[in-house]
């Protein structure tokens, strides 16, 4: 009764069956399990005239785009943090103890020896995006494959074709996100769910996998209940159309699902309380991102009704089609349906957030589901006289729209890289793989932060609502940071970095500050100005003309060691017009703050677009809830370290 783990995952992993496909006209649907449920054969499953060319030209479309789109399509904050996680492990940092991570360790420890083998480079997103193009390959040939299962494998052709070109899913797939993994993960559980008759290896292999995903992101719960409710569907057919259900089976399945479900996150758990990390890892996977009355759970609209909608359409379609004896062929398909319809509906009732990558596992299952509609619309179309060529070109005319939405959302040649790709550079130029950079979620890459949070969604959330502690001025201090990014920092944080640094382009800002008089005119008065982070500094001017120039009594015609406190400048001639003190070291290293002027329009604009930013967020997640306790501990998490520095022994 037992299946070995390569006759599951043949279909899967060789490609020359998809390929050998496009070679003929006409295709035979056969199950493979070889049970009584052959079906005729149907004009929709069979390619054709040029429809094998037409296919291989848009896969090649699609591998092509990827790549452009590597290299041109706007990063996503998400990235960078994912990438910062990666970067800890390949440095031997633990996350969760040493540097923050809200996600499932096995993306980052899998991508760790790709980054560690390309090195520090400004453009490592891009070339890391690259590396997603095998998991974007490998969840199409699972929807070819689920495809031909169930249908043929011209509609499994054509679901891989529109699943990849789907707008959403075409661009987010782009991006350097563990929702890959994930997707890929959960395809492939689908693939081996679908591909023969259920058995007991088979529960504990999709189990298997839906543990490792789990260890991917803990968004996988909504996946294991999804494969649940689909399973319950197809069995309260069974039961509604007469048939007997094998309660034991069922009970050992469930039993071999517990044990394949557990291993991969015990395993997981067990590491990092080898390491002394089990709490900080439950809390940032799961306390963190869990908050009450938080976007999605403190709304009580039409979104609370997806689920129960869904649950009693499948009851009343079990009950409804209950004298009608499905093959295993027609329950499978019935399985897909419904489990598609339970991830989408529990997404959109129980998730406390929504965002768009959350969309990815179910794009393919519903691009499996409409394909052969639209094969079976086409079919129908076909016997009127004005529309007998539609079934011939409905499946491109398709693809072709779907090319076109892609090319329209994101010209071709239109470069959106180039000013993160310019910041990662000017970054790297200036500091040191010891140096502290303050970023919101770890756009520096490969740079520490000296705030333990990323500053994502839900630690925004905790931030406003007292359950993390603002304390990163504090931590700018404690650990000399000389470099920030201020967009996306908290109020205090992005005020401090105001009147502290000095904007150096490219959204970069290092230690500094104009030395100003407070009166008008030329005055030979002295400035008094304070120093918050004590170090290596210079007097920097526009024109160069440092002459008359005395920094604390002495001439400041070089760098000096300032300690924290007031300090004073003089110009002899009363000449203080661009002027400034900077961190020496970066000035050493072809850094120069920007012409004076500009400073002050630049931060003020970008300012004001964060502080409208804060004030939307704030609106989103206000709760006016009486009674709310608030934490004193950071994040709620007794005992979790604000900042941790400590190696991996």
Known sequence: MTIPLSECLQGLLHTSKFWGALRWNRLKATDSTNEADTE????????????????????????FLRVRYAYRFRFDTDEAQHLHVVWSWVNGWLPYRDVFDNHGPLFHVLCAPLLSALGERPDILSLMRLTMIPLFGLSLLCVYQAGSVL???????????????????????????????????????????VRRRFTKMRAFLVALILGMAFCVTVKTGLMIGSVLFGALVVLAHRRFAGKAVDLRFIAACARRGFVGIIIAPLGWFLFFCFHGAAREFLYCNVSHNLIPHAQNWQRWDAHVLWFPVCFLLSIGASIVFKNRDFNAKES??????????????ALKTFFPTLSRQDDLPFIPLACLCMTPLIA??????????????????????????????????????????????????????????????????????????????????????????GLIHDNIVHDLIETRTFVALPHGLTKSAKLFVRENYLDVGNGVWILGKRLMPSGQGISTAPIHFNVVIPGSYRIVRDNGDDAMDELDGSAARSARFLDAGEHIFRNGAG????????????????????????????????????????EANAARFDTAEDGMSRSTAIGGCPGLRSQGRSRLA
């Open 332 to 345: 499978r398909r019935m399985f897909l349906v419904f489990t598609a319809a339970a991830y989408l509906s």
């Open 575 to 614: 000449d203080y017009s661009g002027v400034c003190i900077f961190w020496d070291i970066a000035f050493k290293r072809g850094i120069t703050p920007l012409p004076h002027g500009k400073l002050t329009e630049e931060f003020l604009d970008h300012f004001k677009k964060d502080k409208l930013r804060d």
């Open 40 to 63: 005729s054969e149907e004009p929709s499953q069979a390619f054709g005239a040029g429809e094998r060319y037409t296919l291989m030209a848009l896969f090649c479309c699609m591998l």
């Open 376 to 465: 079976v619309l086409g079919r129908r179309m076909s016997s009127v006289a004005p529309f007998q060529r539609i079934l011939e070109y409905s499946f491109p005319c398709v693809a072709f729209f779907e090319v076109a939405f892609v090319l329209i959302s994101a010209p071709l040649f239109r470069d959106d890289t180039a000013g993160e790709i310019a910041m990662l550079g000017t970054i790297l130029r200036v500091t040191r793989v010891s140096d502290y950079v303050m970023d919101p979620t770890g756009e520096a890459i490969f740079r520490r932060r000296p705030f333990y949070y990323a500053l994502e969604t839900f630690t925004a959330v905790r931030i406003e609502r």
């Open 151 to 193: 249908w043929s494998q011209r509609i499994g052709a054509w679901a891989a074709v529109f699943t990849g070109f789907y707008p959403e899913f075409f661009f987010t797939s782009t991006e350097f996100r563990t929702d890959n993994l994930w997707t890929a993960l959960w395809l492939l559980t689908i693939v081996i769910a």
